[in-house]
C-alpha cells in the first residue's frame, strides 16, 4: 500500500491503496465517485471512460502509480450544475436509457468535441465505437454530439 | 491480480538493470495488453519496470531521410502526428483503425509491437496453449480455429498476431531499434523482429531478454500518394482483423517503381508479401497484374479446418487493396 | 376549477431521470453506501462435466483481508428442486455450492470473501480445485438422440400440413440457425446482501422483485416477509436479470454465514457462463403456396438445447402459429440436453428468433413465387389468431407494410438480386413483419398525495422497475393524467420490494402493467376523497378542490388493475414492419446496414420519446444478431471461446445506420384501458430477417445461419435461379 495525492475534479484526495490499483476502484471504493462505472475491467467497454488531463482514458486499465500530476475528471466533474452542453443536449435527445454507459459515453464525447469542435458523422462513428451501449442509444448518441457542437459554438 | 513489484525507471541504462536483476521482470509501456493479460492471470510477471518517463518519447525525422518514432510515443500522436499524415498515410489508416480512441491514448508503439496474440487457447488459462504454457499443446490446432493462421504454422502453435500497426510497418519495411543489454544499440529490419513460432510459440520477437524497444525508423516515405489498409472485420469498428492487407505503391512513369505489401490476420507474425511485391516490381499498376500477384501471394497458403475462408478472402483482399491504392486521388 | 398545464399521457416528455443518468448521480447495485462491507467473488469450474475431488483452500485463506472461502463442503443447505432436470422460472430456488457435481463448465465451486475486491479476485485464483472429469455431451448432434419435448405447449398443430404440402404448387423446405447470444447489460449483475436477525435486506439488479423475493425466499426456505429487494436502477437487462442467479445467493449465504454485509459483482466473464443466455435454435421450415401465393401449410420445428440439471426453452414457434392464415400448421419445440448453463429469456424470447426463420422463409417463398414480399404478407393476413382461435385485439400489420413501403421507397427495389451496384457495392432492400404478444398483469401501485403551499404533490410508489424502459418517465405522466396535476408535482418511487406489487420489468407487460396500476390507483383516490368530501362520484372536481374542501393534507391510498374478460378472450399483439437497405461489398463480404425504416402499431405511445428509444434499442441489438454476435461452444472443452466483450461482438456506433421510427396512432382498448401495448422487444423482433432478406436481394446470396460474417458470405454460393 501506498498514499497517493490525486487531483480529481479540482479537488486534491488522498488515497492509500496498491499502487497498481486501477483508478477505477480508486474512484468507486475508495473515493465514493460512483458515477464511473465498472463494466468489464479489462478496457472493453468503456463505461469507465474518464479524463487525465483532457484527455479520454479507460480508467479501469489506469494504475493509479501512473496518474502522478495528472489531473482527472469524471462525470461528476464535468459541470457544477450538470449543465455542460454535452450533458444538456444528452438530455435533450432522450439518449440515456438504462444509463449505466452514458458517464463513459459523455466522457469520450466531450474529449472528442474538445479536439474537434464540428466532427462529421464518421468521425463520431469511429471516435465513439469504443463506447458500447447495449440499449442501442448510438443514433441518439450521434445527434446528441452534433447538437452540442452546435450549441458549443454558438 | 498476482502481487509483484514495481520499478520506476528514468534512463534506458536504469531499465536494463532492472530487467537483468529481476528473472520474471516486464517492461511496462501503456499497458493496455499487459495489464489486461495479467488480469487474466496470462502473464504473471513479479516486477513490472515502468518506462512511460524514458527518453523515447518524441517523432523526429532521421539521418536516412525517414521518421525516428520513439518507443513509448503514445499510438495516437504516432497516428495524428502531422508528418506521419503526411508522408505515410498508411501508417495512420492502420493505427487508426486499431482499437478504440481511449486505448490508442494509451498505447506506446513499443507495446504496439509486443502486443501478444488474442487466440482463445492462450486467454483461457485452463485450455492448453504452448505459447502460454510450453509443452501443454496447442488447442486451437485441433479445436476452433476459424481465426487463426494460414502461414507459417507449426504443430506447436496456430495463433495469429493482432496489430494492424505492425502490418503496415511491414509494409513500410520499417527497422526497430533496440537496446542490448550490453547498453549498444541495434537495428533490427522489421522483418526479423516477429517471429514464426516453430517450436518455441513462448517466443513472439526476436528480442533477447532483457532488450528494449526504444524506436522505430520509418525509411524514406516512398509510398504516401498510392496506400491502402483494408480491414475485413466482422463489426464496423473496434474488432480485430479476420484479415488485412496494408499496401503501398510507387508509381513512376506509370510502372510500379517498388510495391509495399503486407498482411495482417494470417500468420504468428505481420506476413510480408516478397514474392508479390517483388512481381509488382517494374509492372503496370493493371487490374490482371494486381490479380496475379495475389494469386502468387497466397500460393502457399495452408488453410487450418476453419479457416479455409481466409484464402479466397485473402486473394480478394490484397486485389481490393492495391486498386484503392492506385487509384486513391492525391 | 382550475385548469392546470399538465405533460400527461402521450407528450414527449425529457425521461424524468434523465438528469441523474447523465449527471452520474443514479444509483445501481452495487453503489449503495453499506457499512462494513466486504466482497465475495465466485470461483468457477474449468470441466464442463464431472465431480469435484477436492477443493484446497488453504492458500486462499492465508491471503490478507481474506474472510472465508465457501465451498459445498461447508455451505448453508439450501432448497433444491425434486425433478431431475426443473423447468427454469422467475421463481425458481437457485441452490449453489450444494453438491461436488459439476454440470457445465464456469459452474460456481467455491466464493471467496475478503476486505476488498481486489483482494476476493485474487484469492479466487489460489483455490485449488480437483477434478474427476467426465467427457461433457456439448455437440448438439451427437445427442440428438436425447431430444425431448419440454412440456405439454411444445406442440401444437390445426389441419394437415403434409396434406397442404402436397396440394402447394409453390413450397420451401428450410433449415435457420441462430447461435447461443448473451444479453450482456452494460451494468454487471451485482447486488450488496445484508442477512441480519434472520431478514435479508438486499440491493440486487433484478427485473421482477416480487418473483426475486419468493425465489431468494424459497432458496433459504424463510418467508418471503423476510426479503426484502431495492432496485433503484438497472444498468439495463434484457431477460437476464429477470430471474435470480446463484451469485445473489451467493452472497446472501455468505452474509448469513460471516455476519456483515457482502457485496457481489459477477464478472463479465461470469456473465457468459452464470447468468443466462439464449439458447441456439435450429429451425426447420417447411412452407406451401397455391400460385395465387396464398399459404397453404407451414411448419416450424425447433431443436434447441439446455442444460443437463435444467431446463428452458424459447418458443420459436409460436410466431408461426398467429402471424399469417394458413388452413394447415405445425410447431414442436424439443430439447436436448447438454453440459451447458441453463438458458433463459433474451429480449424477445421466441419472438426474436423464430421470425428470423419464419420472416425468411416467407421471403424465400415470395421469391420462388416472383411475388413481392410486401404483397406476398398482405395476401396472407388474418385478422383472426388462428393458434388461439380468438380474434386479435386490434393488427395493424397491413398498414405497417404499406405505411413502411411508403416512407421507405419499396417501389424502386428490384426483384431480381444483384441488380443494385454502386461501384464495390453490392445494394439491397429487405423487409420483414414484426409482431411481440403485448400481455397485461395485476398491477398495484400507492399514491400519497400531499397539499403543499396550496399545490398538490403526489408520490407514486410502485415494485416495479426501469431497466431503461422509462418507467419512471410514464409513471409520472399517467399519474398526472389522472390526478389532473403537473408532471413535475409527481415524485416517482420504483424498485422497493416493500411497495406495492407489479409483474415488474420483462415480457413487453411493464409499460401496459404500470399504466393501469397507477391509473385504478389514482382513481381510487378521487373515490376515496369524494367519498370523503361527500362530493358525488360522477361530479368532475380537480383534486386539489377536494382535498382543501375535505381539509385533507395528506392522503394515501393503493389501487389494483387486472386484466379485463375481453382481454382474455382476445389475443394481443403489437405489430410492425421493418425495412432495410443493406449494402455488400462484392469481393470482402462487408456490408453496411445504410438505413432502416421501422413502423409499429403498439397501441397508446405513452411518450414517443422513450418508445422511439425502446424501437431503437430493439433494432440494434437486432442488428447485433446479424452481425455478429454468437457464443461459440470449445468442442472439446465444453467452455465458451467467446469469452469477454473483444470476442462477442455487440454493435457498436459504427455499425448503426439511419433509423426511422414511426407509430401508427392506436389505441387498443380491448388491450387494457388505457389502450397501451409493449413495445421494448417489438423492435427485436423483425431486424434479423429484415437484413438477411436485404442481403439476398443484393447478393443473390441466402444466408440462412446467424450471424451472417463476412467469411459465411464469401463462402456461400448463389441462390437457384439468381
Known amino acids: 500500500m501506498a498514499v497517493f495525492k490525486l487531483k480529481i475534479n479540482g479537488k486534491s484526495r488522498e488515497v492509500d491503496v496498491d499502487p497498481f490499483t486501477p483508478l477505477l476502484w480508486v474512484l468507486r471504493d475508495h473515493v465514493g465517485l460512483v458515477g464511473t462505472k465498472f463494466g468489464c475491467g479489462i478496457a472493453q467497454c468503456g463505461a469507465c471512460t474518464v479524463h487525465v488531463d483532457g484527455k479520454a482514458v479507460r480508467s479501469c486499465q489506469m494504475p493509479v502509480q501512473l496518474i502522478g500530476e495528472g489531473e482527472v475528471t469524471t462525470i461528476e466533474g464535468l459541470s457544477e450544475e450538470g449543465d455542460h452542453p454535452v450533458q444538456k443536449a444528452w438530455l435533450e435527445q432522450d439518449v440515456p436509457q438504462c444509463g449505466y454507459c452514458q458517464a463513459g459515453q459523455i466522457m469520450s464525447a466531450t474529449a472528442l468535441l474538445k479536439e474537434n469542435p464540428n466532427p462529421t458523422d464518421e468521425e463520431i462513428e469511429t471516435a465513439m465505437s469504443g463506447n458500447i451501449c447495449r440499449c442501442g442509444t448510438y443514433t441518439r448518441i450521434k445527434r446528441a454530439i452534433k447538437s452540442a457542437a452546435q450549441n458549443q459554438n454558438a | 491480480m498476482r502481487p509483484f513489484k514495481y520499478i520506476n525507471a528514468t534512463t534506458g541504462e536504469q531499465a536494463l538493470q532492472a530487467a537483468e536483476q529481476h528473472e520474471r521482470a516486464k517492461y511496462l509501456g501503456g499497458g493496455t495488453n499487459l495489464v489486461d493479460l495479467m488480469k487474466e492471470d496470462v502473464e504473471q510477471p513479479d516486477h513490472l519496470i515502468e518506462i512511460a518517463d524514458l527518453e523515447y518519447n518524441s517523432i523526429k525525422e532521421n539521418k536516412k531521410g525517414g521518421l525516428t518514432l520513439g518507443a513509448v510515443v503514445s499510438n495516437s500522436d504516432t497516428a495524428n502526428h502531422p508528418v506521419i499524415r503526411q508522408k505515410y498515410p498508411l501508417l495512420t489508416m492502420a493505427m487508426l483503425s486499431a482499437a478504440t480512441a481511449q486505448i490508442r491514448n494509451m498505447a506506446t508503439n513499443g507495446g504496439n509491437l509486443l502486443q501478444r496474440t488474442r487466440c482463445p487457447y492462450f486467454y483461457e488459462t485452463s485450455m492448453p496453449c504452448n505459447k502460454r504454457e510450453p509443452g501443454s499443446g496447442c488447442g486451437a490446432k485441433k479445436g476452433m480455429n476459424a481465426k487463426h493462421a494460414i502461414f507459417g504454422y507449426s504443430d506447436s502453435c496456430v495463433a495469429v498476431h493482432p496489430s494492424d500497426m505492425c502490418v503496415a510497418l511491414a509494409a513500410l519495411n520499417a527497422e526497430v531499434e533496440v537496446l542490448q543489454i550490453n547498453g549498444k544499440t541495434k537495428m533490427m529490419p522489421f522483418e526479423d523482429f516477429h517471429r514464426l513460432p516453430g517450436a518455441q510459440p513462448e517466443k513472439d520477437t526476436n528480442l533477447d531478454k532483457g532488450e528494449l524497444i526504444t524506436a522505430i525508423h520509418l525509411p524514406q516515405s516512398i509510398y504516401a500518394d498510392h496506400y491502402y489498409y483494408l480491414k475485413i472485420r466482422e463489426r464496423s469498428s473496434y474488432a480485430f482483423a479476420l484479415l488485412s492487407v496494408a499496401a503501398g505503391l510507387q508509381i513512376k512513369n506509370g510502372i510500379i517503381a517498388s510495391a509495399g505489401l503486407a498482411m495482417g490476420g494470417v500468420a504468428h507474425k505481420p506476413w510480408k508479401l516478397t514474392k508479390a511485391e517483388q512481381f509488382l516490381k517494374g509492372k503496370s499498376p493493371s487490374e490482371e497484374n494486381f490479380q496475379r500477384a495475389a494469386t502468387i501471394a497466397m500460393e502457399d497458403a495452408k488453410p487450418l479446418a476453419e479457416n479455409g475462408f481466409k484464402v479466397p478472402m485473402g486473394e480478394k483482399a490484397i486485389v481490393r487493396a492495391l486498386n484503392q491504392a492506385y487509384n486513391r486521388k492525391v | ?722
Open chain 3, 1 to 722: 376549477m382550475k385548469t392546470l398545464e399538465t405533460s400527461s399521457i402521450g407528450k414527449a416528455i425529457d425521461r424524468i431521470d434523465g438528469r441523474l443518468k447523465v449527471t452520474g448521480m443514479a444509483k445501481y447495485a452495487s453503489e449503495f453506501p453499506v457499512e462494513n462491507v466486504v466482497y465475495a467473488q465466485g470461483v468457477t469450474s474449468t470441466i464442463a462435466k464431472g465431480k469435484i475431488t477436492s477443493i484446497d483452500v488453504t492458500e486462499a485463506e492465508k491471503q490478507k483481508g481474506v474472510i472465508k472461502v465457501i465451498t459445498y463442503k461447508n455451505a448453508e443447505k439450501l432448497k433444491e428442486s425434486d425433478e431431475k432436470r426443473p423447468a427454469f422460472t422467475l421463481t425458481s430456488v437457485a441452490p449453489v455450492l450444494q453438491s461436488p457435481e459439476i454440470h457445465y463448465y464456469g459452474q460456481y465451486v467455491a466464493c471467496v470473501v475478503a476486505e476488498t475486491f481486489e483482494q476476493a479476485q485474487y484469492a479466487c485464483r489460489l483455490v485449488k480445485v480437483t477434478y474427476e472429469e467426465d467427457k461433457p455431451d456439448i455437440d448438439l448432434d451427437k445427442n440428438r438422440s436425447k431430444a425431448f419435448k419440454p412440456d405439454d405447449q411444445a406442440d401444437y398443430s390445426r389441419g394437415d400440413v403434409d396434406a397442404g404440402m402436397q396440394s402447394s404448387d409453390v413450397t420451401l423446405e428450410a433449415t435457420y440457425t441462430t447461435p447461443i447470444e448473451h444479453q450482456h447489460p452494460m451494468e454487471l449483475h451485482a447486488a450488496i446482501v445484508s442477512w441480519e436477525n434472520g431478514k435479508v435486506k438486499t440491493y440486487a439488479s433484478q427485473q421482477i422483485l416480487n418473483d426475486a423475493k419468493t425465489a431468494i425466499a424459497d432458496t433459504f426456505m424463510i418467508s418471503e416477509d423476510n426479503v426484502q429487494i431495492i432496485a433503484a436502477y438497472l444498468g439495463g437487462g434484457f431477460g437476464s436479470k429477470l430471474n435470480v442467479h446463484k451469485h445473489l445467493i451467493m452472497a446472501t449465504m455468505a452474509s448469513k454465514m460471516i455476519g456483515r454485509p457482502v457485496q457481489i459483482t459477477v464478472t463479465r466473464q461470469q456473465m457468459f457462463t452464470n447468468t443466462g443466455m439464449r439458447q441456439f435454435d435450429e429451425q426447420k421450415m417447411r412452407l406451401g403456396a397455391n400460385k395465387k401465393g396464398e399459404l397453404q401449410a407451414l411448419a416450424h420445428h425447433t431443436t434447441s438445447h439446455c442444460a443437463t440439471d435444467q431446463m428452458y426453452y424459447e418458443a420459436c414457434g409460436n410466431v408461426s402459429k398467429m402471424l399469417y392464415k394458413t388452413p394447415n400448421n405445425a410447431v414442436t419445440h424439443r430439447l436436448i440436453p447438454l453440459n451447458l448453463q441453463v438458458p433463459n429469456s433474451m429480449r424477445a424470447p421466441g419472438e426474436a428468433t423464430g421470425s428470423f426463420a419464419l420472416e425468411s422463409a416467407m421471403d424465400e417463398m415470395a421469391w420462388k413465387l416472383k411475388m413481392d414480399p410486401v404483397e406476398f404478407r398482405i395476401k396472407n393476413d388474418t385478422q383472426r389468431d388462428l393458434g388461439a382461435d380468438k380474434p386479435f385485439s386490434s393488427r395493424l400489420l397491413v398498414e405497417c407494410l404499406r405505411i413502411g413501403a411508403d416512407k421507405f421507397g419499396w417501389s424502386e427495389r428490384k426483384m431480381q438480386p444483384r441488380a443494385n451496384q454502386n461501384g464495390n457495392w453490392l445494394v439491397g432492400y429487405g423487409v420483414s413483419a414484426a409482431s411481440r404478444r403485448a400481455p397485461y398483469r395485476k398491477t398495484s401501485a400507492r399514491v400519497i398525495a400531499d397539499m403543499r403551499n396550496g399545490e398538490v404533490y403526489a408520490t407514486i410508489q410502485m415494485d416495479g422497475t426501469d431497466i431503461g424502459t422509462g418507467s419512471y418517465t410514464i409513471v409520472a405522466q399517467t399519474a398526472a393524467e389522472y390526478l389532473g396535476i403537473p408532471v413535475k408535482n409527481i415524485n416517482v418511487e420504483l424498485g422497493d420490494s416493500d411497495f406495492p406489487v407489479t409483474p415488474g420489468s420483462g415480457g413487453s407487460w411493464g409499460a401496459a402493467s404500470y399504466a393501469n396500476g397507477v391509473r385504478v390507483a389514482c382513481k381510487n383516490l378521487f373515490s376515496k376523497l369524494k367519498q370523503n368530501a361527500g362530493v358525488a362520484e360522477e361530479d368532475e372536481v380537480a383534486l386539489e378542490d377536494l382535498m382543501k374542501s375535505s381539509k385533507v393534507t395528506s392522503y394515501k391510498v393503493v389501487g389494483t388493475a387486472e386484466p379485463s374478460e375481453e382481454y382474455e378472450n382476445h389475443s394481443v399483439f403489437s405489430f410492425g414492419a421493418n425495412f432495410a437497405e443493406v449494402w455488400v461489398d462484392k469481393d470482402t463480404g462487408m456490408y453496411r446496414i445504410k438505413r432502416m425504416v421501422n413502423v409499429g402499431s403498439a397501441g397508446k405511445i405513452l411518450n414517443p420519446k422513450t418508445a422511439y428509444s425502446q424501437i431503437i434499442g430493439g433494432l440494434t441489438m437486432g442488428a447485433g444478431m446479424v452481425i455478429a454476435e454468437q457464443t461459440q461452444v470449445e468442442p472439446h472443452h465444453g467452455n465458451f471461446i467467446t469469452r469477454s466483450l473483444a470476442d462477442y461482438h455487440v454493435p457498436v456506433n459504427l455499425d448503426l445506420a439511419n433509423i426511422d421510427v414511426v407509430f401508427l396512432p392506436e389505441e387498443d382498448k380491448i388491450a387494457n384501458e388505457i389502450g397501451v401495448k409493449g413495445i421494448g422487444e417489438l423492435g427485436i423482433t423483425s431486424v434479423a430477417a429484415s437484413i438477411a432478406n436485404a442481403i439476398f436481394n443484393a447478393t443473390g446470396k441466402r444466408m440462412r445461419d446467424l450471424p451472417i460474417t463476412p467469411e459465411k458470405l464469401i463462402e456461400a454460393s448463389l441462390e437457384a435461379g439468381v
